[in-house]
């Protein structure tokens, strides 16, 4: 069965410190894999997404995502976290091509001034 | 600026009461779908409709129902709510052949 996995459940970093934060995926055929961000109290947006080609994919907000077929794992990493990138963070595979998404249990992450 | 917009932010209902969740999105989209969010949980989702009148279960459909009459509205309901329903409920849609799903910001929904 399709699942996502996110093995940190609350991650802490210094602000200006680097960040990854883990996903692994159980996927049949080439995944559709996307990284969303909540900040408190609101919807979700999306940080970015790897359909194919480069597997190294750039996002919004100065993050980046490293597709590794070979390890079934799509981090999501940041050089120098901001204390406005507080939030929580969700990694999803995708069901189909209709946006029916298969989400992990979320990372919230808190920076440290 | 794409825009999915759930009607209420917040919502305190009583147990047994039918409750309506009503989204709406302005892109046209034909994909709409429901989570629900739990902490520790993730999202997880309840029904979608890849058409009007077209609705598909999800993961965990029990305790509600869905109505989609026209295409850029998606409703949620709950026929009799519980207390264990009290959760974050989230909109999202999406166009066909392209995966990327656009959220609402959510309703919070307390049942008392």
């Known amino acids: 069965a399709q699942s996502v996995t996110q093995p940190d459940i609350h991650i802490t970093v210094s602000e200006g410190a680097s960040l990854e934060l883990r996903c692994n995926y159980s996927y049949g055929a080439t995944p559709y894999l996307f990284w969303y961000v909540q900040s408190p109290g609101q919807g979700l947006q999306l940080l970015l997404k790897y359909f194919s080609g480069d597997t190294l994919v750039q996002g919004i907000k100065g993050f980046e995502a490293e597709f590794k077929r070979s390890q079934s794992s799509f981090n999501l990493r940041k050089p120098s976290v901001h204390w406005s990138d507080a939030a929580e963070y969700f990694c999803?595979?995708?069901?189909?091509?209709?946006?029916?998404?298969?989400f992990g249990k979320g990372t919230k992450l808190s920076v440290k001034p | 600026d794409v825009k999915v917009t759930q009607s209420s932010r917040y919502l305190v209902k009583r147990t047994g009461e039918k409750v309506f969740l009503e989204c709406v999105q302005d892109?046209?989209?034909?994909?709409m779908f429901w989570y629900r969010q739990d902490p520790g949980l993730g999202l997880r989702l309840i029904y979608f409709?890849?058409?009007?009148?077209?609705?598909e279960k999800g993961d965990i459909p029990e305790g509600y129902s869905v109505s989609r009459e026209k295409k850029e509205r998606f409703s949620l309901i709950l026929e009799s709510a519980s207390t264990n329903q009290t959760s974050m409920y989230l909109c999202?849609?999406?166009?066909?052949?392209?995966?990327?799903?656009?959220f609402g910001q959510g309703t919070r929904l307390t049942v008392v």
């Open positions: 999803a595979v995708a069901r189909g091509s209709q946006g029916n998404l298969i």
């Open positions: 892109m046209d989209h034909e994909n």
């Open positions: 409709s890849y058409d009007v009148k077209m609705k």
């Open positions: 999202a849609s999406s166009k066909t052949g392209n995966t990327e799903a656009f």
